[in-house]
Nanobody, 127 residues
């Protein structure tokens, strides 16, 4: 069992940057593959970025590749999403999630692989 709490998002102008954080409690985050997802009104929840347990392998949805960076600090029980060169189409509620597949080695882009979710935080990018 793990609980995830995300930092507050915010309002940022196009081209700007924002960093989100996710802090775990309960079970150590080090045992979980982690991901960031986002959901805009009327859309399905979309994979944004994933990271393996020790942080040495990451992956991104094509539209954010080169602009977003996922990282983790297991000693602090935290996961981060650095968002640069933000665009209005990045506007969404962003969620941190922990993958319940404890014996898998690779993060998943499928939200069904994740059983533990943060509360969601709004990121709005103005034009």
């Amino acid at each position: 069992q793990v609980q995830l709490v995300e930092s507050e998002g915010g309002l940022v102008q196009a081209g700007g940057s924002l960093r989100l954080s996710c802090t775990g409690s309960g079970d150590s985050l080090s045992m979980f593959l982690m991901g960031w997802f986002r959901q805009a009104p009327g859309n399905e929840r979309e994979f944004v970025a994933g990271i393996n347990r020790n942080g040495d392998a990451t992956g991104y949805e094509d539209s954010v590749k080169g602009r977003f960076t996922i990282s983790r600090d297991n000693a602090e029980n935290m996961v981060f999403l650095e968002m640069d060169s933000l665009k209005p189409e990045d506007t969404a509620v962003y969620y941190c999630a922990a993958d319940s597949r404890l014996h898998s080695e690779t993060y998943s882009s499928n939200p069904m692989a994740y059983d533990f979710w943060g509360q969601g935080t709004q990121v709005t990018v103005s034009s």
